[in-house]
């Protein structure tokens, strides 16, 4: 068949599934049968349950439901507004005031974990129940959470770069330290926005004076010690790991560990709350795991199909000069993010883009950061975006909307490649001085 | 029209092995005339490797790549280049190939797969962050293992053995999980080891093995004159990856001291201690197959 | 029946959590067993069979619950009759793609049992016995599908539609 006629036959079944009410997964899981169905195999049966095997019970993934039920453990304990309570005499004379807690929260937490889906869960269960009790309107709440949960993948550790640095043979320490400075970029875009936002949005922002109340520096830092146990229990998850107690997979078994002994001794923790919590991130990682089964099974049959693998080579062979090729990559990627999860596009498209980018002339460290943003980009595009599947489960507002909320962060990404592109250094420089150092 | 295979192989396309199949499918089209068109999808991007055997197996895909060691469970002949010092050069990894390639074909067509031919990897090495010069120095190492053999080899070098997932070698050796580990330099150069530690011992440890391996019935479905323009194919392919693998072990050795690391050579000394220890898990081998394996033992003398 | 139903989604919800924390267990297990220079053996194997347990147990509990995600924007926007006659349309798909997992869940087990699939890590597993959560899941989770079409069908508004609003 025609590979154009196969696109659009194939994204009508995904936008007419979806647009039906058929749940997400079964979606993507129908878009790959037709497509396998089109491409003439005959054995789409055993082709999907060992793909559906194959990415389910992978060790890669034990970090999500982990992380996930920390959240959940935090969220059940004072703990979780304690964070609050904590930050708001600091942030209350920033415009924006408690919406950077959503940024902060994010990058401190992907530094934890290598994947956007299990920041933007973690975090978003903490704090948006209490943004939500504080005033704040949900749709800012929910678009500065879709849109930070991403840094979980530029900031390391990062699941995505290592999938890149495997395949580009590019170290993966070297991938994790290039993105330090780019996530740095991104918190203050973020915040910036977020303060930018506030200041034109006055009247969007809750009226509470209580927060407006000037309180002395002594009583600050004696608000302050309720953040003790969150970032005692933020140290000990890091300190596990740069102290060689556990790789970054298991440091979400302590994260876990953590949070109920925390819970113990501050005496919230119950049987009630032990299985409740267990049981709300059992529902939503299994949600989650849900979709990335079908995601993967959409990737398959991508990966049999041949399309990303075409279109990318139609772009190799147009003979464009770099900056060419970097708008058209993006352009590129940004489409394929609509449709496909990060992983995937990485996999299925960089044997064939890398020794274009290579012969350009272009540092493949650079490109694995550039491939990380065009990624975060896909996590909150719509339909397929994990981040945006992550807030639905959460808070019940479908994922279009979700991602009109979030659009403004799209743009601040966006805007990071484009400053990426023109200040190479953002991502070579501390890799740079790592290699002189040596 | 002409029929089209999809091919699965686990590693990216800077490994020789990926540039050889490359090749290998190239050959193929142009000897049939694109009768026979074979899709390479590398670097695990359509099937995981703990899922390509299956995969073959079972018509899902028609010819894919793994690692023979991965075969280990199912029967013990495929661990026979898994063990140290056994054949620890290439002459001698030939031989051993050789002498265990009935047996392989054997279990292999009994799950309906046939074996067209089987690749080497470089020689293994020590990665360690200390200097080794003799057993003694890599006593109480936390060294990596991944699989039983190399777990029993750590535990008769007296060091400990540590589990770690492939990604997380970086930070395991920089967060001191684990101080040492026995890879390939290809595996050394593609996981850019000089970033993480700093002296590689060119042990030859031992000199596992890629097959690529194709499901018999989607063979036989292929007209006499295609099944033979892939044997043919396969032959040349076996010699240029065997070709291929040796340059790659000097190229990629000489890449690791360029990075800065300092690569040495054993001891005499200290190679036959390591020999000693080599002949244990032989031993300990050859009673875990039996017969094919004593076979296999005599002719490698 | 319908107290056996609902027991039965709510055993498997149990037993999904169960396995999550077994994860955690056996992860802490081995961070602790490393200070002491013990290996547990085949740790990644495990944590990865029982995730994929926990998933699929979960399957049909988290359904009952509302938790597994869809567009329901051009659903909520209709009433009566098209509202019912979409939603049945939208099970009816689900429905059979669960089948179609069913069917070939139990093919791909059945294959690794008469096949003797084991696992290439460190300690060798018969395949069938971890893949069998996911068929049993798949099982479990159709039933729950079934029963609410039943639901919808009898005019009753099973509990799904409720939480999703
Ligand atoms: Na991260
Ligand atoms: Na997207």
Redesign the pocket.
């Known amino acids: 068949m025609d590979i154009s006629n196969l696109i659009i036959i194939l994204s009508a079944v995904l936008f007419v599934s979806l647009l039906a009410g058929v749940w997400v997964a079964v979606s993507l899981f129908l878009v790959a049968f037709i497509a396998l169905l089109l491409n003439d195999n005959s054995n789409i049966g055993l082709l999907w349950a060992t793909t559906t095997w194959g990415a389910t019970a992978t060790w890669t993934l034990t970090a999500l439901p982990l992380f996930i039920w920390m959240g959940d453990i935090l969220l059940r304990t004072k703990l979780a507004s304690d964070l609050f309570f904590g930050l708001s005499p600091w942030l209350a004379r920033i415009p924006g005031k408690l919406l950077h807690v959503n940024v902060l929260a994010c990058a401190i937490f992907?530094?934890?974990?290598?994947?956007s889906a299990a920041?933007a869960a973690t975090i978003g269960r903490m704090t948006i129940p209490e943004l939500t009790k504080r005033g704040y309107k949900l749709k800012t709440i929910i678009g500065s959470i879709a849109g930070s949960g991403t840094?979980?993948?530029?900031?390391?550790?990062?699941i995505i770069l290592i999938v890149y640095g495997v395949s580009a043979e590019v170290s993966i320490s070297r991938l994790f330290i290039a993105g330090v400075l780019p996530g740095l970029l991104l918190i203050i875009l973020f915040m910036g926005y977020i303060a930018i936002w506030a200041i034109i949005n006055h009247d969007q922002m809750p009226q509470d004076e209580s927060d407006n109340i000037k309180i002395s520096f002594f009583k600050k830092i004696y608000q302050t010690r309720r953040l003790i146990p969150v970032i005692g229990l933020i140290v000990f998850v890091l300190g596990s790991i740069y102290l060689g107690w556990a790789t970054a997979t298991e440091a979400a078994a302590l994260g876990v560990f953590g949070s109920l002994f925390l819970s113990l001794i501050t005496g919230n923790l119950s049987f009630k709350v032990f299985v409740d919590s267990l049981l709300s991130a059992t529902k939503t990682s299994c949600m989650i795991i849900f979709i990335i089964a079908g995601a993967s099974f959409l990737s398959l049959s991508m990966g049999f199909t041949g399309i990303p693998r075409i279109l990318a080579e139609n772009i190799t062979t147009i003979g464009l000069d770099l900056w060419q090729l970097i708008f058209v990559l993006t352009i590129f990627f940004m489409i394929l993010g609509f449709f496909l999860d990060g992983i995937s596009m990485v996999v299925l498209t960089t044997s064939v883009i890398l020794p274009v980018v290579k012969a350009a002339g272009i540092d493949l460290l650079w490109f694995g950061i550039y491939v990380v943003l065009v990624v975060e980009m896909s996590q909150i595009t719509p339909p397929v975006g994990f981040n945006l599947f992550v807030m639905q489960g959460l808070t019940k507002i479908n994922i279009l909307k979700v991602a009109q909320y979030a659009l403004p962060f799209f743009f601040l990404l966006l805007f990071a490649i484009i400053l990426l592109s023109i200040f190479p250094q953002i991502a070579t420089f501390l890799p740079q001085l790592m290699v002189d150092n040596y | 029209a002409g029929t089209k295979w999809d091919m699965p192989t686990p590693y990216g396309d800077g490994v020789h092995h990926t540039k050889n199949i490359r090749l290998f499918a190239e050959d193929i089209k142009k000897a049939t005339g694109g009768e026979l068109n074979i899709v390479v999808h590398s670097g695990a991007s359509l099937i995981k490797h703990p899922e390509i055997l299956r995969a073959v197996k079972s018509s899902q895909v028609q010819i894919g790549e793994i690692f023979m060691g991965l075969l280990a469970n199912d029967n013990p002949i495929f661990k026979a280049d898994n063990i140290p010092f056994l054949a620890p050069n290439f002459d001698a990894a030939k031989k051993l190939y050789a002498a265990s390639k009935a047996d392989v074909e054997k279990h292999l067509a009994k799950q309906g797969l046939k074996l067209l031919f089987a690749v080497p990897w470089p020689p293994q090495g020590f990665y360690t962050k200390k200097v080794i010069n003799s057993v003694s120095d890599i006593k109480g190492m936390k060294l990596r293992a991944y699989s039983p053999t190399t777990s029993r080899l750590a535990v008769l070098l007296k060091a400990t053995p540590t589990t770690v997932q492939t990604p997380e070698i970086p930070q395991a050796f920089s967060t001191g999980i684990i101080d040492a580990m026995v890879t390939s330099p290809s595996t050394g150069v593609s996981s850019q080891a000089w970033d993480f530690v700093s002296n590689y011992t060119d042990t030859q440890a031992w000199i596992p093995k890629n097959m690529i391996i194709v499901n018999s019935r989607a063979f036989k479905k292929l007209d006499k004159k295609i099944q033979s323009a892939v044997l043919d194919a396969a032959v040349k392919a076996e010699a240029r990856g065997w070709e291929m693998a040796q340059q790659e072990t000097s190229a990629k050795t000489a890449t690791l001291k360029e990075k800065g690391m300092k690569v040495s050579k054993p001891s005499d000394s200290f190679q036959k201690e390591l020999q000693l220890i080599g002949k244990t898990m032989g031993d300990e081998w050859v009673k875990e197959t039996g017969d094919s394996g004593k076979v296999i033992i005599k002719a490698l003398k | 029946m319908r107290l056996f139903l609902d027991k039965l989604y709510s055993s498997c919800g149990i037993i999904a959590g169960a396995f999550i924390l077994l994860i955690t267990l056996l992860i802490l297990t081995q961070i602790i067993a490393r200070w002491f220079d013990v290996v547990i053996p085949s740790v990644e194997d495990f944590s990865g069979y029982f995730l994929a347990a926990s998933s699929f147990f979960a399957l049909s509990y988290t359904f009952k619950a509302g938790g597994h995600i869809r567009l329901t924007l051009l659903i909520n926007r209709t009433q009566g009759t098209t509202k019912k006659t979409l939603t049945i349309i939208a099970m009816l798909v689900i429905i059979s793609a669960v089948s179609f997992a069913t069917f070939y869940g139990a093919i791909f087990v059945y294959e690794s049992f008469i096949y003797d699939e084991i696992s290439q890590g460190y300690i060798p597993i018969a395949l069938w016995i971890p893949q069998s959560s996911m068929l049993i899941g798949v099982v479990v989770f159709l039933i729950a599908l079934v029963d609410d079409l039943v639901m919808i069908l009898q005019g009753i508004e099973p509990n799904f539609i409720e939480e999703e609003s």
């Open positions: 992907a530094a934890v974990s290598g994947s920041t840094l979980g993948f530029l900031i390391p550790p990062s």
